[in-house]
């Protein structure tokens, strides 16, 4: 667009000039003034691109399957100042980490039931004096095939009357509007940590198939345990909701800042308050069967920016794979305590 308004105001004569000195004069004046031009086009902003120098991009990993997370870092060069992104029109939240040159990173969350395929990544880094450089990544999405479970429960477990219905919708609305009340800055420090001992009875995304119908896929990671067991924040935030529902029983949400939540249902007790300021591995509540529930467990969600994810994903791009990840390789999924009728029927609220 810049370079064709620029040609349209030259004069006829710049481009057409004769053979003599002016002519010869005039066509190198507006040949340097148009290169100028495109320097300066490309430094206000053009996407950066291989052989020029730019914003560096790195996504770790940069091909993940449904349900995943990743690790954005950008390396912007001396005098950045901050950094915006988005993936197909989703916002990606970065914060600054003491470095210099300064580096930027941001938490990628791929939604459960996102469509697989490539996706551009694009980021725009600001320096000091308002100048903008942008650059793009392709971020490859591959189909996940999730465990099914087939179940037959008593139809009172399965199918709601209309006056629970009603109480189910009004507490998903509840539960979207904490999950949407997010800190603008980073309130989480180091990997995110398993928040109860005990063994996995409940894969996440996994699709259950109740009394011959389907219904919305499994959100979380369960945790089979004793009751009374203690339940840990995941990592230091915010209690945005605490209460008891009909599908998640006694619950807890906290905010971890940039889009950032973890959810823990099903509890016994509850030892927070909403608006309190929790940190990493307190004590938030304990395992518990309430709600929409076959045994003691805890249903652990991670929300982030709109993506439903794997929380064991997020404990991986947050630094935490290296001391769980023979845990979480040991631990067979065996039947045992889950809540298997608490997404609800397709097309009805989920959690």
Not at 15 to 21: C, R, V
Not at 99 to 104: E, K, L, W
């Amino acid at each position: 667009m810049f370079r064709g308004d620029f040609t349209k105001k030259m004069t006829a004569s710049a481009w057409t000039g004769g053979t003599g000195g002016r002519g010869c004069a005039a066509r190198r004046a507006a040949a340097a003034l148009l290169a100028a031009a495109l320097i300066l086009a490309v430094a206000a902003g053009s996407p950066a691109r291989a052989g020029t120098s730019g914003p560096a991009v790195e996504v770790i990993p940069s091909r993940l399957f449904q349900g995943e997370v990743a690790r954005v870092v950008v390396r912007g060069g001396p005098g950045a100042v901050d950094v915006t992104g988005s993936i197909e029109g989703d916002a990606v939240l970065f914060y600054g980490k003491s470095s210099q040159p300064p580096v930027f990173e941001a938490l990628l969350g791929i939604d459960l039931a996102a469509e697989p395929g490539e996706k551009t990544l694009e980021v725009t880094v600001r320096y000091g004096g308002g100048r903008r450089a942008r650059a793009e990544k392709t971020v490859v999405i591959d189909r996940k095939k999730f465990t099914v479970q087939r179940l037959k429960l008593p139809k009172k477990m399965v199918e709601l009357d209309e006056a629970t219905l009603e109480r189910v919708r009004r507490e998903k609305a509840e539960l979207g509007g904490a999950l949407e009340d997010s800190a603008a800055r980073r309130l989480w420090k180091g990997p995110f940590l398993m928040p109860a001992e005990g063994r996995i009875s409940s894969s996440f995304g996994l699709r259950r198939i109740l009394n011959g119908k389907p219904r919305s896929p499994h959100t979380g990671l369960d945790i089979g345990a004793p009751a009374g067991r203690a339940v840990r924040a995941s990592n230091s935030g915010t209690v945005t909701l605490t209460g008891e529902r009909y599908f998640s029983g006694l619950t807890v949400v906290i905010d971890h800042g940039l889009g950032l939540s973890t959810m823990y249902f099903h509890l016994s007790e509850v030892l927070v308050k909403e608006g309190e300021r929790v940190e990493r591995g307190q004590i938030i509540g304990r395992v518990g069967s309430t709600g929409r529930s076959t045994g003691p467990h805890l249903h652990w969600g991670v929300w982030l920016s709109g993506a439903r994810v794997d929380p064991r994903s997020l404990m991986a791009a947050t630094g935490a794979a290296a001391e769980t990840g023979k845990t979480l390789e040991a631990a067979a999924e065996k039947p045992g305590a889950t809540s298997p009728a608490a997404t609800g029927p397709a097309g009805q609220p989920d959690r």
